[in-house]
């Protein structure tokens, strides 16, 4: 007892002493004190009050999707550990060096570094296939390397599949061995059969692994293949001539920054061919484009110029965002890297510019993007143009939910399992004017609006020791989309 009474006397002296030093301290202090915190007579934890409140937020649209069609890039992904395997090699550790493609064993070591040292997910193209075919055998035969089905495509649509009400088709490269991997309920259409499967190998690291001098600040992985399949995009056109018999009510599309390392002259020829075949879609069907790592600016603002404005909503992560402006040269495009968890504010200044620029933030724009899903380590924000989606708050919750769970490789959130890692206070914009916003665990999605535009903002609950990093981007907009319901448009007249 006297603990707890000399425990409360020293917290009001701390707290009058800083009154007398900083006003505004107390209140900022009452706010963190009124925060369910753990205590020895058993009082819930902060994400134990979050992973309950979610229960109640995530409810299922109104209106549901009953057929979505999904291509184009599909693989099987072979997953080791990095270091594991480029010691296996016989390469050494040394300095970090991006490259856009990769030509050799070195290259992919320095790539993997500078990687590493960010803890940040990338993919890159590998060019000699001879090589690519070694290190491929190497991480087959590498003790416990796991296959997986790969490909953004392929990922979206084993999580569509895991809903009964669901009837999914996947367009894309589809060999032999992710055939038997796949899903039952997915449908393959005869057309995308091959005798082959594609490899796309996963180097991953876990929070804290060192190699040399470097050292992870966060788990993640790398990923690059030598796939010519999928980086000229050859089921692209059989997708979307699939779509009149299949009839889907919502399209997804992946697989576009697979033909960055294909070289300019042909991802200019296949981007435009992209363009038209996107939108020979029938206009009533909304396409979602789930976009991946990426490292041609110029690739990067065609993307933006030509294909974002006829999708009707995106799917991206933190390092996409940010190289989206800066290919662009909108908001913050003078930042190098987010140096952490990226400011809520800047995110939502680029989200905005995003659907200005290129997405139907005016009434009067002719773009068909109204919808953008952002998903880092320790947040997602969902942002849309008022008046053309509903029940955004459970869909950006149920992305939260998904990417605990399945980091986890649980079946559940298990709240001692999983650490509350988002801001508790942040802003609307990273300039002026914009808005003071906190989180409130019991009801954890934050909103906000900026003209027409409203952001919804959900916490993650980042697990401690993730299982499995990869395919969690494709699994946060799957969830996301199946809890979103598009509203219907009247016609101009």
């Known amino acids: ?19 007398h030093t900083n006003p505004e301290l107390p209140e900022q202090v009452l706010q963190y004190l009124s925060l369910p915190h753990p205590s020895t007579q058993g009082d819930p934890t902060l994400e134990q009050v979050i992973s309950t409140a979610w229960e109640t937020l995530i409810t299922a649209p109104a209106s549901q999707w009953g057929r979505v069609a999904v291509g184009v890039n599909a693989c099987v992904d072979v997953v080791v550990s990095g270091i594991g395997l480029l010691q296996a090699l016989a390469v050494d550790p040394g300095l970090g060096r991006d490259h856009e493609v990769l030509h050799s064993k070195e290259d992919l070591k320095e790539a993997f570094i500078h990687y590493m040292e960010r803890g940040s997910a990338a993919e890159r193209f590998f060019t000699d296939k001879e090589v690519f075919q070694r290190i491929a055998r190497a991480a087959a035969e590498y003790p416990g390397a796991q296959l997986y089905v790969g490909g953004n495509a392929a990922l979206i649509g084993q999580k569509l599949a895991t809903y009964p009400q669901l009837m ?15 899903d039952e309920q997915i449908v393959v259409p005869p057309e995308s059969l091959q005798e082959t499967d594609e490899y796309h190998l996963i180097l991953e690291y876990k929070a804290g692994e060192q190699w040399g001098a470097t050292r992870a600040p966060q788990a993640n992985r790398f990923i690059f293949s030598h796939d010519v399949s999928n980086g000229e995009m050859r089921a692209l056109e059989m997708f979307v001539a699939s779509l009149d018999e299949f009839q889907p009510d919502l399209v997804v599309l992946s697989g576009l920054h697979m033909m960055e390392g294909q070289g300019r002259q042909m991802w200019e020829q296949r981007l435009k061919e992209a363009v ?4 020979d879609v029938r206009n009533a069907v909304p396409v979602h484009l789930e976009l991946a790592s990426m490292t041609d600016k110029d690739y990067m603002n065609s993307i933006m110029q030509e294909v974002m404005p006829i999708v009707t909503s995106i799917g991206l992560n933190e390092q996409e965002l940010l190289f989206l402006s800066q290919a662009g040269t909108g908001p913050h495009a003078e930042l190098a890297s987010w140096g952490g968890i990226p400011d809520v504010g800047r995110v939502s200044d680029i989200l905005l510019w995003v659907l200005e620029q290129h997405g139907r933030s005016d009434p009067e724009s002719e773009a068909d993007l109204t ?5 880092t380590l320790a947040y997602h924000v969902l942002a849309t143009v008022d008046g053309h989606w509903a029940n955004q708050v459970a869909a950006v919750a149920a992305g939260a939910r998904v990417a605990s769970i399945q980091a986890c490789g649980l079946q559940s959130i298990d709240a001692s399992k999983v650490v509350l890692r988002a801001p508790l206070e942040f802003h609307s914009s990273h300039g002026e004017p914009r808005e003071k916003l906190s989180l409130n665990p019991t009801e954890p999605v934050t909103v906000w609006h900026r003209g027409n535009v409203t952001f919804h903002l959900a916490p993650v609950l980042v697990c401690k ?25 009247l016609p101009f007249l």
Do not use: N
Not at 1 to 19: D, E, H, P
Not at 276 to 279: F, K, L, Q, R
């Open 276 to 279: 038209a075949a996107i939108s």
């Open 1 to 19: 007892m006297w603990r707890k009474a000399a425990g409360a006397a020293l917290l009001a002296l701390a707290v009058g002493y800083f009154y």
């Open 371 to 375: 919808r953008i899903h952002f998903h």
């Open 168 to 182: 999914v088709l996947l367009c894309g490269p589809v060999g032999p061995k992710l055939h038997e991997m796949l």
């Open 465 to 489: 020791q993730p299982l499995r990093t990869v395919g969690l981007g494709d699994a946060i907009s799957a969830e996301g989309l199946v809890y979103s319901e598009i509203r219907p448009q």
